[in-house]
């Protein structure tokens, strides 16, 4: 499918373009933050606070006066810088993994396969706490520590295709004419598994984006004094009676970065790999 | 099927083996002495000593891995760092209250999925569907903590009708064990509620296109008789084996809801490991959520297995 057929088959109903507006308006606020943000995000001013939400102060401030606007604005970019690269690492390793698995086969594919096998028996959240227990709370870490948790998953979607691709008439033939298998995986296999990698990404966007926040907002993700909206629900959990708007506003950026990710993963599915749909509604996989 | 189990029981002990070789890492990957970090420098030499013999660590890591993989085969678990309790009784002791709150989540999560899934699969291409479909949407995509935080602020703050926080233990106060269980429990049901959702949905609907089901309507049945008798019974079946994955799931993901509610389960155990550098505790808590994990997928498989027959080892990997 042609990339102009496939942006018009995924832009045709409105969910679908709601979704990637909202994640374009995001992706401008991490890159503008600074210049976004109506006040300074870390500047304390214990005079002005727990203010309710007003003209001056849209969101609210918090405990120490800051603006929770500005910080939730100063937040897109660590949510976002943190859910992407954790999400680039999974993508690298998994489909690296999975091509040389399903390329080769054999031994290759059941060492690398049990190994993913293993990872894939610890949950999510707890494997990424047990990492975070050896290399230490930080957003870096926690990058590192979500990439590890979701590679498997990668490496068993690109296995999975690299199987049927691997038979096709036109592998053998760029065997047969003496292509090397550098060549063959780059120029023939890879081209035609990207689907199914690309959906995975968008839904894996979600769900690292929601592990960073889960992650920070148990004191192991970004620290103090950056805004991650994780960190800003931790402190604003311990106030949540006077100051609603603490825990409110973060958490609604958090839900709806996630709810876009998601919908625009699912409506990518649609497109391009709606075999997949079929078989994820049957298992209740969701990452 | 007996060389299937045979095969797949084989295969779960082999990755058995390398979540143990993992969890066993996690002390040998902490920087510095794991006995220091945890006690600090001002330790008293003699419980540091004590702690350093009782968990092996001045010999051999080979030594070492063969001595705690044959410990914690017989559930040996080694001592906290910080209470000299053994692992196994801090484990034992927060099973209850991890038990309760992921089964009462499953409920919540079925009494979700059940009506919303049928009712969805019903009128497919209406407004109840697409809000279904919304719903299950809008249920995987709320992060749980703050869900959590928003249930305290309405229900424990404004109305003042549930507690905030706490646990109570059944034997103690069953009211009050049920009414310190709702909100954790809607929390944490949420998001296996929309994933089950989707899942009843497909079902009844694959189930409303069977044959079985047409010459029933064929047969002048009545509508609610073909739902009860042809379609929910087939469509709900596999719902066992989901609802049991989902389960393993939340025994496992409801960490991070223990820890909103200051729930004292497993998970909040994990996290105080975590905190004050409990190698061994947080081991053991790692140690067995994998393997109810393990057992939980392969007694899934083994099921779909005994149901399809079609189903091979080499098809199964």
Redesign the interface.
Same mark, same amino acid.
């Given at each position: 499918m042609r990339a102009g057929e496939t942006l018009r088959l995924l832009f045709r109903g409105p969910t679908a373009i709601v979704a990637a507006a909202v994640l374009l308006v995001l992706i401008v606020t991490a890159f503008l933050g600074e210049q976004l943000a109506p006040h300074d995000a870390t500047g304390t001013d214990v005079s002005n606070r727990l203010q309710a939400p007003s003209a001056d102060h849209w969101f609210g401030t918090d405990e120490l006066g800051r603006d929770v606007l500005s910080r939730v604005i100063l937040g897109a970019e660590v949510s976002l810088r943190v859910g992407a690269v954790a999400v680039g690492i999974s993508l690298v390793a998994g489909v690296l993994i999975g091509l040389l698995a399903g390329y080769y086969g054999r031994w290759v594919d059941d060492v690398l396969m049990r190994l993913s096998d293993v990872l894939f028996a610890f949950p999510a959240m707890l494997m990424a706490i047990a990492v975070l227990a050896i290399l230490g709370p930080g957003s870096t870490n926690a990058m590192i520590a979500i990439g590890i948790v979701y590679t498997p998953i990668f490496a068993r979607i690109t296995r999975a295709s690299v199987l049927s691709v691997r038979e096709e008439v036109y592998v053998k033939a760029a065997r047969s004419a003496g292509a090397g298998d550098l060549r063959i995986i780059g120029r023939h296999v890879l081209p035609n598994v990207t689907a199914p990698i690309i959906v995975q990404t968008s839904i894996s966007l979600a769900f690292a984006i929601l592990s960073e926040a889960a992650l920070s907002f148990v004191g192991l993700g970004t620290q103090p004094p950056d805004p991650s909206w994780g960190r800003m629900l931790a402190e604003g959990r311990g106030f949540v009676e006077q100051a609603w708007w603490m825990a409110v506003f973060p958490g609604l950026a958090i839900f709806v970065t996630v709810l876009a990710f998601n919908v625009l993963g699912d409506a990518l599915r649609d497109v391009l790999d709606p075999r997949q749909r079929q078989a994820m509604a049957g298992t209740g996989v969701t990452a | 099927m007996t060389r299937y189990a045979l095969r797949r029981l084989a *295969?779960s002990v $082999? %990755?058995?083996l390398?979540?143990s070789v +993992? %969890?066993f890492a996690?002390m040998q990957?902490?920087p510095g002495d794991p006995i220091r970090a945890a006690l600090g420098q001002q330790a008293d030499p003699e419980t540091y000593q004590a702690l350093r013999d009782r968990a092996g660590l001045d010999d051999p890591v080979p030594v070492q891995f063969v001595t705690w993989i044959g410990n914690a085969a017989v559930g040996d678990f080694g001592v906290s760092f910080r209470s000299g309790e053994t692992v196994l009784s801090l484990i034992l002791e927060r099973v209850p209250a991890t038990l309760s709150l992921a089964v009462a989540a499953i409920i919540v999560a079925l009494l979700i999925a059940i009506p919303l899934g049928t009712l969805s699969a019903l009128n497919p291409r209406k407004p109840v569907d697409w809000f279904a479909s919304l719903s299950s *949407?809008?249920g995987?995509?709320?992060?749980d903590?703050?869900l959590g !935080?928003?249930l !305290?602020?309405v229900f424990a703050?404004t109305l003042g009708w549930l507690p905030s926080a706490g646990y109570v233990p059944l034997t103690e106060d069953p009211v009050e064990w049920a009414r310190h269980l709702i909100l954790p429990a809607i929390t944490a049901g949420v998001s296996s509620g929309a !994933? +089950?959702t989707?899942?009843v949905?497909?079902s009844v609907l694959e189930s409303l296109g069977q044959d079985h089901v047409r010459t029933a309507r064929a047969k002048g049945m009545r509508a609610r008789d073909v739902l009860t008798w042809h379609v929910l019974r087939n469509a709900l079946v596999p719902l066992v084996t989901?609802g049991g994955?989902?389960l393993a799931?939340l025994l496992?993901?409801v960490?991070?809801v223990e820890? %909103?509610f200051a729930w004292p389960g497993l998970g909040q155990l994990?996290?105080q $490991? %975590?905190?004050s #550098?409990d190698?061994p505790v947080?081991q053991g $808590?790692?140690l067995l959520? $994998?393997v109810i994990? +393990?057992l939980v997928n392969l007694v899934v498989d083994l099921a779909y297995a005994r149901l399809d027959p079609r189903i091979t080892y080499r098809s199964a #990997?």
């Open positions: - | *295969q $082999a %990755v058995l390398g979540v +993992l %969890v996690i990957l902490v *949407q809008a995987l995509s709320v992060p903590f703050w !935080i928003m !305290i602020l703050g !994933i +089950l989707r899942f949905r497909s989901v994955v989902q799931y496992s993901g960490v991070v820890y %909103v994990a996290f $490991a %975590v905190e #550098r190698y947080l $808590a790692v959520f $994998a994990f +393990l #990997r």
